[in-house]
């Protein structure tokens, strides 16, 4: 009689949270030590992003809006340049193997992983003494050579934004106990619309189809409005000019900007937005806003692409630049 050693702790656990997570017939269950994306005639776009406690959620945030946090700040790049959703592979640095923990985060990770038709395809877990990070490369299809860049913004192009700017960076301020906090502290509903915003992004997936037709360039806004259209212009050499009472603000945000608990300038480089900044022909935003009518996303036009190789312009409702001391966030 053979006696098998039983599976290690990192198996049961991988087995007990992820398996069943695994749907794809190219996981194989988990099993392997790698898994099979099959492509029939696309590109394979690939993008990878880390979410460290402490850093981008907070130790007490709950588990289910971390793992969600994780995976669609990813599903928010596959969006911008226009792929479809085909599977992710997860990295888990862990402190400490808490049942509750893991089980809230698999239930959040798996329930996003249906929703938005990305199933998990493997990974790794590991220990750390901290802090936990959550490592997600997630993988999407594009027809061949149709992924939309950031490097095909043109002049005469219309800068639009999906969604609204800067609830998320209010919702950390709100968590941390900032001026937002004190300012909203008789107003339940919009405290939690922000913190939400700030712990489960809206990736806007639902569009990645109409962007690769109808964009130029296009990312998704994660470090600030302001720095990541410098970046997008920058690396299309071109500048922009951009209306500030334009751009989308929530009514709540709007109220703590008139109170002054908050400034423009921390709306729009604050980060965590995770909404589509794309540039579009003048022919393409029709349709485009047609598509985002439709898709309940609203898609709102902010200014336009010029010719020039300076930071992009920001101007307020009287034609003043407005001079930002800091355009996004930065890890260094």
């Known amino acids: 009689m053979t006696n098998r050693p039983g599976p290690s702790g990192e198996d049961s656990l991988i087995a007990r949270y992820f398996k069943p997570l695994a749907t794809d017939p190219g996981a194989f269950g988990l099993v392997d030590d790698a898994a099979i994306l099959k492509a029939a005639g696309e590109d394979i776009v690939v993008t990878t992003d880390a979410i460290v406690e402490g850093v981008h959620f907070l130790p007490d ?18 969006a911008a340049k226009g792929a479809t959703t085909a ?4 990295t888990l640095a862990l402190c400490r193997a808490d049942d509750a923990w893991l089980s809230a985060f698999a239930h959040g990770l798996g329930e996003d992983a249906r929703s938005f038709g990305c199933p998990l395809l493997g990974g790794d877990t590991v220990s750390t003494p901290g802090p936990l990070t959550v490592s997600i490369t997630a993988f999407g299809r594009v027809p061949v050579g149709q992924m939309v860049q950031r490097t095909g913004a043109r002049p005469g192009d219309q800068v639009m934004v999906t969604g609204t700017i800067g ?6 301020d709100i968590l941390t ?11 339940d509903a919009a405290r939690q619309m922000l913190i939400g915003r700030y712990r489960v992004p809206q990736p806007r997936n639902a569009l990645a189809d109409v962007i690769r037709v109808h964009a130029t360039g296009a990312m998704d806004v994660s470090d600030g409005l302001a ?3 410098t970046k997008l212009c920058a690396a299309s050499r071109v500048s922009a000019v951009i209306d500030v009472a334009r751009i989308p ?8 900007l008139t109170r002054r608990a908050v400034d423009i300038e921390a709306l729009i480089s604050g980060g965590d937005d995770y909404e589509i900044l794309c540039t579009v022909p003048e022919a393409g935003t029709a349709t485009l806003a047609a598509a985002a009518a439709r898709a309940g996303i609203a898609l709102t036009p ?5 010719e020039g190789t300076d930071a992009p312009r920001f101007l307020d409702g009287e034609g003043r630049e407005l001079p930002l001391a800091r355009r996004s966030y930065s890890h260094f």
């Not at 945030?61 to 596959?78: E, F, G, I, Q, Y």
């Not at 603000?249 to 703590?256: D, H, K, N, P, R």
């Open 177 to 187: 106990g900032g001026p937002a906090a004190a300012a909203l502290a008789g107003n």
């Open 249 to 256: 603000i929530s009514v709540a945000a709007q109220s703590l």
């Open 302 to 306: 902010i200014g336009r692409i010029v």
């Open 167 to 172: 609830d998320a960076a209010i919702g950390l």
């Open 227 to 229: 720095g990541d259209l």
């Open 87 to 90: 599977g992710f592979v997860l």
């Open 61 to 78: 945030d709950p588990p289910d809006t971390v793992a969600r946090k994780a995976l669609r700040v990813n599903l928010s790049d596959l």
